[in-house]
């Protein structure tokens, strides 16, 4: 157990629906980070939140938002979902603003299945 | 910013064979150089990190990897490989006040 908590471990959802991803992070940790991890992109960031902040974008669509609540867990939105969203989405957590020092820490992601 | 490369996408190697996974960055400075390992359907896991200090460090299952300032390199070793390192390995470079940045990844097969 890594400390980073990733609900829910799976997800099958219809095209054109939204679903929301749950990511609670390590104990003392304040910044969260999102990835989406498929065969033909690899492992794309997507957001990054610290101390309820976003703080870095990276390759997130429009249709997708996330935010870190006061208690620091973050939630990332995906909504009018495609076939091609299949994907499994990480969390990862680090105690500052850069994981610099300490790196990382991710959760066992998880899975979404758009049919 | 920095940028890492990781030039091999797949590597087979023989169980009980050593292993060396490249890596390369591109930074002004030196880094924080990291590297983690995925098993299949799971999230990554750190197996090393360097910031300063002695270049040679070690890290968890065996592993070890070597800063070369000189050839802008972080690459991972494992003397002898085990089935079970079977998995994929990313390297990963932190610098300045910007988050990390994470390499292709290298798939490593182990045949028996």
């Known amino acids: 157990d890594s400390g980073v908590t990733q609900t829910p471990k799976h997800l099958i ?34 957001i990054q939140y610290y101390n309820g902040e976003e703080r870095a974008k990276g390759n997130i669509l429009e249709r997708f938002s996330a935010q870190q609540f006061p208690d620091l867990h973050s939630e990332l939105n995906l909504s009018s979902l495609e076939l091609g969203d299949s994907a499994l989405y990480f969390c990862a957590s680090s105690v500052d603003r850069t994981g610099n020092r300490n790196g990382y820490t991710f959760g066992s992601g998880t899975r979404l299945t758009v049919v | 910013a920095q940028s890492v490369t990781q030039p091999d996408i797949h590597i087979t190697v023989s169980e009980g064979a050593s292993l060396e996974l490249r890596c390369n960055y591109s930074y002004g400075a030196t880094p924080y150089l990291f590297w983690y390992v995925q098993s299949p359907g799971q999230g990554l896991q750190l197996l090393l990190k360097y910031f300063s200090g ?17 050839q802008s390199s972080f690459n991972l070793r494992k003397p002898s490989v085990h089935w079970s390192d079977a998995a994929e390995y990313f390297c990963a470079v932190g610098a300045g006040g910007n988050k990390l940045v994470f390499g292709a990844g290298t798939i490593l097969r182990v045949k028996s």
């Open chain 1, 13 to 46: 959802t219809a095209t054109g629906q939204r679903v929301t991803l749950r990511c609670s992070p390590r104990s003392g940790d304040l910044s969260v980070y999102w990835y989406q991890q498929s065969l033909d992109q690899g492992l794309q960031f997507l």
């Open chain 2, 54 to 70: 002695d270049t040679l460090v070690q890290g968890i299952k065996g592993f070890e990897a070597e800063f070369k300032r000189s």
